[in-house]
């Protein structure tokens, strides 16, 4: 019983993160697109770190890699959470973006 319990709080919170990201992420570009003081300039001009854009899917990757260190720590309920919520960012933004990418060269 002990078993079932431990598998049904991981899938719960692994489709907690999932869901998280996958919101969080719509409601971010939704509100980019929608708004047009911030999409001219936060969408438009992307900010750039040596002629290079790093896109938003890029914190999707934080997260999971921050997932790595709650686990390192022992910290699983945390790191399953932030895994599935980076995995839930980087699976939307491809979605919308229509290709899975991280960080490309600014074309001028």
């Given at each position: 019983?002990?078993?079932l319990n431990r598998l049904m709080d991981i899938l719960f919170?692994?489709?907690?993160?999932f869901a998280w990201g996958i919101i969080v992420t719509w409601l971010f570009e939704l509100v980019l697109k929608t708004n047009k003081k911030?999409?001219?300039r936060y969408y438009?001009?992307?900010a750039t770190l040596f002629g290079y854009h790093a896109h938003h899917s890029t914190y999707g990757l934080l997260a999971f890699m921050i997932?790595?260190?709650?686990?390192?720590y022992g910290q699983t309920t945390y790191s399953i959470f932030t895994f599935?919520?980076?995995i839930g960012i980087i699976l939307m933004?491809?979605?919308?973006?229509?290709r899975f990418v991280f960080i490309e060269k600014q074309r001028l």
């Open positions: 019983m002990k078993l919170l692994s489709c907690t993160g911030l999409r001219d438009r001009r992307h997932s790595i260190i709650f686990f390192l599935w919520l980076g933004h491809t979605l919308s973006d229509g």
